[in-house]
């Protein structure tokens, strides 16, 4: 009997990789693998030291931290405002939703600065 066909090349039947090409795409794979479903090894090499760019100074009482965050969110309220009087019905409405957000942040911090015992 004659076979149409050619017989396939012989290989190894449980490797993955049929060519260097696809042993790198498998590598890559595993790396991308390991990058978004194995975040834990990644959160475990790093240190939890907060980034000082952005740190509060632990030396600052409360008072001046809920005084400086209250001024913080006054001026992004602001600016809110301000920038929303500039754009289109649509887009302004939606702009000073955000404000009213800012501004209900604002007036938590100030009721909490209010209940906040004045330090010598």
């Given amino acids: 009997m004659f076979k149409v066909t050619p017989n396939p090349p012989v290989t190894d039947p449980a490797s993955p990789y049929e060519s260097p090409d696809s042993k ?20 475990m ?9 952005y740190l509060a100074n632990p030396k600052y009482n409360t008072e001046a931290l809920l ?5 913080t969110l006054g001026s992004a309220t602001l600016m809110l405002n301000n ?30 600065l209010d209940n906040v015992e004045p330090s010598e």
């Fill in 24 to 43: 790198k795409f498998h590598e890559a794979a595993e790396r991308a693998l390991d990058h978004y479903l194995n975040p834990a090894a990644k959160i």
């Fill in 67 to 71: 005084a400086n965050a209250s001024e």
């Fill in 83 to 112: 920038f929303a009087a500039l754009l289109e019905t649509s887009h302004r409405k939606t702009l000073l939703g955000i404000a009213q957000v800012v501004m209900l942040g604002e007036l938590a911090v100030n009721q909490a």
């Fill in 45 to 53: 090499a790093t240190t939890n030291e907060p980034e000082p760019m």
